[in-house]
């Protein structure tokens, strides 16, 4: 009977969830882990990759067929937002062509990640190579301890 009532209630469901995850990012955070770190869901366009090095923030997108000079890529207060479109391999007014099937994406595509606090908006570069846009966003120094004379 017990499990037929948590069931009942979905919002207590969600809410449980939520507390679960602020548990798990407290312990992710106390042990040094960056959790705020987050992207979109898996399948989205393009795909991403995000990791930390000590000195950095990298991000790979993997979009091939892409002209580099479509992309726009901003970063707004701790967000680097890359965003573009991609023509489609077949014209939909293409009378002689029929299509079966359409696996790859096209269209316009726009993906926000939201990153650590303690990136360098200042130090930002970014390179299109084989269908892979990199982003490295630098990370600010460690903050290091000041002897302050009193007068």
Known sequence: ???????????????????????????????????????????AFPALNIGTTPTSVEVHAYAPGIDPSKIELTLDRGVLTIAGERAPDVPDGDARTTVYS??????RFRRAVSLPQDIDPSQVAATYRDG??????ARKGPAQPRRITVQ
């Not at 979905?10 to 939520?18: G, H, K, Q, R, W």
């Not at 359409?102 to 269209?107: L, N, V």
């Open 102 to 107: 359409r696996e790859r994406f096209s269209g």
């Open 132 to 137: 892979v846009l990199r982003v490295s966003i």
């Open 1 to 43: 009977m017990h499990a037929t009532s948590f069931f009942s209630f979905p919002d207590a469901l969600s809410a449980e969830f939520e507390r679960l995850r602020r548990e798990m990012d407290s312990l992710f955070q106390a042990t040094g882990f960056a959790p705020s770190i987050r992207s979109g869901a898996p399948g």
